[in-house]
């Protein structure tokens, strides 16, 4: 069962700007006929709109008391405290108190984060940052999936 899903797509500015773009480089090498001129164009979209579908294709999913980020795979259980990090706290969680064997996925243009505790001393890793568009509704679905397995899994011990 899928407890939250969230895609962290680019935003729209970013793809203005390819347009924004590719018209300005047009416009530049128009000099150069406007064969040339048109192809450099497509050729900027071409090249960029793959990259930012790639770029923007990243989801965070939380399903059956797994979250999944990216290339990050955290089991419910494992999972500690759940921190919401504002605008401030999320920039400096991702630059200057970055832990070197912590897991990051970090989307820039995306202010505000979650930060999760690791509660697995075998995973070597401390937390995980995961930028969101809904750290509240992230961090809710992060704190249901490990209420709900993480009791399993305390009396398998």
């Known amino acids: 069962m899928v407890i939250y899903d969230e895609r962290l797509s680019v935003p729209r500015r970013w793809w203005l700007a390819v347009l924004v773009a590719a018209g300005a480089l047009t416009a530049a090498l128009l000099p150069l006929g406007p064969t040339a001129a048109a192809a450099a164009g497509a050729l900027l979209v071409t090249a960029a709109v793959p990259a930012l579908r790639w770029y923007g294709a990243v989801r965070i999913r939380i399903c059956d008391g797994v979250l999944v980020a990216g290339p990050i795979v955290l089991r419910g259980e494992h999972t500690g405290a759940v921190e919401i990090l504002d605008e401030a706290a999320a920039f400096a969680w991702r630059t ?40 509240t509704a992230l961090a809710a679905a992060l704190a249901e999936a490990r209420d709900r397995y993480a009791a399993p899994a305390a009396t398998r011990g």
């Not at 999760?116 to 750290?135: D, F, G, H, K, Q």
């Open 96 to 135: 200057r108190l970055a832990g070197p064997r912590a897991r990051l996925l970090i989307r820039t243009y995306l202010p505000r984060a979650v930060r999760v505790e690791v509660a697995e001393p075998s995973l070597l890793c401390p937390y995980v940052y995961l930028s969101t568009r809904r750290p």
